[in-house]
């Protein structure tokens, strides 16, 4: 109960202060064609157990992305989403082809150097605001360094929180 407490007014916080999704500074040159490919999450929610999540994106022949995510023991189903570009080079839009979400989402790009780390937050535009929904960083090998991690999740978890 007291962490349901807890997680509900960071949120109201988070989705008060924000209008709309915000969107991160552009990276200079950044190409987000070569995020194809896949991607690990680890989440530890326990410190004896983790759980690791792959996300691929696949790169479609309009130029957008198939993107697939699935917890490693299969322990549920894959999840399967389109993920257009937008006029932001590190925005997709996500439109889930089966209806099952009624709001729209995007991922949001923060940092990524394509061969090792992305760090992204996903943002969900409801019909009257926008709220960031979950931050993370993802890594092309199933563990990560512990401080780019540690760094990277410092980076995301600033995003669209006040700056002064
Ligand atoms: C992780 O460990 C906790 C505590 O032992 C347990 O309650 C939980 O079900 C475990 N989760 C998974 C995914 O194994
Ligand atoms: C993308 O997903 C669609 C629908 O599931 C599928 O028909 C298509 O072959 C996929 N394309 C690629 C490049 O994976
Ligand atoms: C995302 O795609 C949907 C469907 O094409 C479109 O209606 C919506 O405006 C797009 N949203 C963004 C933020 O690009």
Redesign the pocket.
């Known amino acids: 109960m007291k962490m349901i407490a807890t997680l509900f007014v960071v949120f109201a916080v988070v989705s008060s202060a924000l209008g709309e999704c915000p969107v991160p500074p552009t990276i200079p040159g950044f190409d987000i064609g070569k995020i194809v490919g896949r991607w690990y999450q680890t989440v530890e929610s326990w410190p004896e157990n983790a759980t690791t999540f792959t996300l691929d994106f696949?790169?479609?022949?309009d130029g957008d992305f198939?993107f697939t995510a699935r917890i490693a023991d299969d322990s549920l189903p894959a999840e399967?989403a389109?993920a257009k570009r937008t006029e932001y080079q590190n925005v997709l839009n996500v439109t889930d082809?089966y209806h099952k979400s009624r709001y729209q989402t995007t991922i949001n790009i923060v940092d990524t150097d394509y061969d090792n780390y992305l760090a992204a937050y996903d943002c969900f535009i409801f019909p009257h605001h926008s709220a960031i929904h979950a931050r993370y960083v993802l890594s092309r090998t199933e563990t990560m360094n512990a401080d780019k991690l540690a760094q990277l999740t410092d980076l995301v978890n600033k995003i669209g929180v006040s700056r002064d």
């Open positions: 696949t790169l479609r022949e198939n399967y389109l082809p």
